[in-house]
T-cell receptor, first 112, second 116 residues
Framework: GDSVTQMEGPVTLSEEACLTI???????????LFWYVQYPGEGLQLLLK?????DKGSNKGFEATYRKETTSFHLEKGSVQVSDSAVYFC???????????FGKGTRLSVIA | GAVVSQHPSWVICKSGTSVKIECRSL??????MFWYRQFPKQSLMLMAT?????????EQGVEKDKFLINHASLTLSTLTVTSAHPEDSSFYIC????????????FGAGSRLTVL
């Protein structure tokens, strides 16, 4: 079945450091890929998405590129802020009316 | 943008009682909603797919008689945890897929259940 593997956390960075959270996937078809963010005490929010190969999703300074050849969708940000501290989930969905399959989440802590 | 409201946001109940959690899409219709359960420091586990006007589809290992799902309208799905026990304590999150538009889910803020 479909699955998502993302790097284990927690990740602790200083403010303005570069961030990369690795995410790879296994899917039978051509899935859509997503990054969701969960701030402390809140539900999940869609951060960005990409629906086909070579698409780049971006939002709030974060970006991720859909790499079909490496089945990856790594999340990157050039300069993190304390307010970026959260848990980040990589997810995929096959085309059609199917639910998301989530990775285990990566907790990011950014310190001033 | 699309908003999903989940209520209550937190609930404490005694063992053996039943608890109902509501999930409402506020400004869009959702034929399909999903219920997830999140364990501490772990990912979200899909419990069931809720379809308006028909029975929910449960994932393997999820007791349908324990977790009753009703999708009575295009904007409301409910999850009832029946005869709750401490091991049912968890964070329950619903999500809704807009009937129109791309394959993107909007999530509720979650409901934290604590069973004493």
């Amino acid at each position: 079945g479909d699955s998502v593997t993302q790097m284990e956390g927690p990740v602790t960075l200083s403010e303005e450091a570069c961030l990369t959270i690795n995410c790879t996937y296994t899917a039978t078809g051509y899935p859509s890929l997503f990054w969701y963010v969960q701030y402390p005490g809140e539900g999940l929010q869609l951060l960005l998405k990409a629906t086909k190969a070579d698409d780049k999703g971006s939002n709030k300074g974060f970006e991720a590129t859909y790499r079909k050849e490496t089945t990856s969708f790594h999340l990157e940000k050039g300069s993190v802020q304390v307010s970026d501290s959260a848990v980040y989930f990589c997810a995929l969905s096959d085309q059609g009316n199917t639910p998301l399959v989530f990775g285990k989440g990566t907790r990011l802590s950014v310190i001033a | 943008g699309a908003v999903v409201s989940q209520h209550p946001s937190w609930v404490i109940c005694k063992s053996g009682t039943s608890v109902k959690i509501e999930c409402r899409s506020l400004d869009f219709q959702a034929t399909t909603m999903f219920w997830y359960r999140q364990f501490p420091k772990q990912s979200l586990m899909l419990m069931a797919t809720s379809n308006e006007g028909s029975k929910a589809t449960y994932e393997q290992g999820v007791e349908k008689d324990k977790f009753l799902i009703n999708h009575a309208s295009l904007t409301l799905s409910t999850l009832t945890v029946t005869s709750a026990h401490p091991e049912d304590s968890s964070f329950y999150i619903c999500s809704a897929r807009q009937d129109s538009g791309a394959n993107v889910l909007t999530f509720g803020a979650g409901s934290r259940l604590t069973v004493l």
